[in-house]
């Protein structure tokens, strides 16, 4: 079983539609949780942190649900420029070194079509 | 830009050459994770530093893979006698300490693409 799995798509919808994906991932001790947005041919960026209680970022919403094993991002009003793949990421965290091994899921294709 | 930067942006290579890439992370950043991606794939950890020192490898990085960050600033990924299989886009990520949760975002470079051919 992958550490993180994620529905690869693509996920096709029109502009203005919500979009939800959905992350499972394994290590019930992971510590914290991103979304990060790829672009075609570019590095990952950061798209958000998801915290414990869910947090909301303007039309993005990430939560997570520990019991689950289970992370969520919802894109309400969708744009043309959100088309891009979506990384969830785990992070497992080493105190005595500091070291975080981010474990990435292969991502989920939008497009957002007019 | 005080972003992370990596050079060169792209590599082609003949099979069995030496190539070397370089990243330059964020100034503040103590913490330096080389990435390598293959298409439709998400980012692997390879190596990770903390200051100087370089306190986790993974086993994808073989005896012809080697990384250095002398003096705690840049960084430098060699990989010696490349084969096909290591084309990939090879990613350098800087983080600072800290962080809630004990996590600090990773904040990428743009990237080497290299190529073996």
């Known amino acids: 079983r992958k550490e993180v799995e994620q529905d690869p798509g693509p996920f096709n919808v029109p502009e203005g539609a919500t979009v939800a994906f959905n992350c499972t991932y394994s290590?019930?001790?992971?510590?914290?949780f991103f979304w990060y947005r790829q672009d075609c041919r570019k590095e990952p960026k950061l798209l958000m942190s998801?915290?414990?209680s869910g947090n909301e970022d303007g039309r993005f919403t990430a939560q997570l649900n520990r019991a689950s094993q289970y992370i969520s991002l919802l894109i309400r009003d969708s744009k043309l420029s959100d088309s891009a793949t979506y990384l969830c990421?785990?992070?497992?965290?080493?105190?005595?070194?500091?070291?975080?091994?981010?474990?990435f899921g292969t991502g989920t294709r939008l497009l957002v079509s007019p | 830009d005080t972003g992370v930067s990596q050079d060169p942006r792209h590599k082609i290579t003949k099979r069995g050459q030496n190539v070397t890439f370089r990243c330059d992370p964020i100034s503040e950043h103590n913490r330096l994770y080389w990435y390598r991606q293959t298409l439709g794939q998400g980012p692997e950890f390879l190596t990770y530093f903390q200051n100087e020192a370089q306190l986790e490898k993974s086993r994808l990085l073989s005896d012809r893979f080697s990384a250095e960050r002398p003096k705690g600033s840049f960084s430098t990924l060699e990989i010696q006698r490349t084969e096909q299989g290591d084309s990939a886009m090879y990613l350098c990520?800087?983080?600072?300490?800290?962080?809630?949760?004990?996590?600090?975002?990773?904040?990428f470079g743009n990237g080497t693409r290299l190529t073996v051919t």
């Open positions: 990520a800087s983080s600072m300490t800290g962080g809630r949760g004990g996590g600090s975002p990773l904040h």
């Open positions: 990421v785990v992070n497992n965290l080493a105190p005595s070194t500091g070291f975080q091994k981010l474990v």
């Open positions: 998801v915290y414990s």
């Open positions: 290590n019930s001790a992971s510590q914290s």
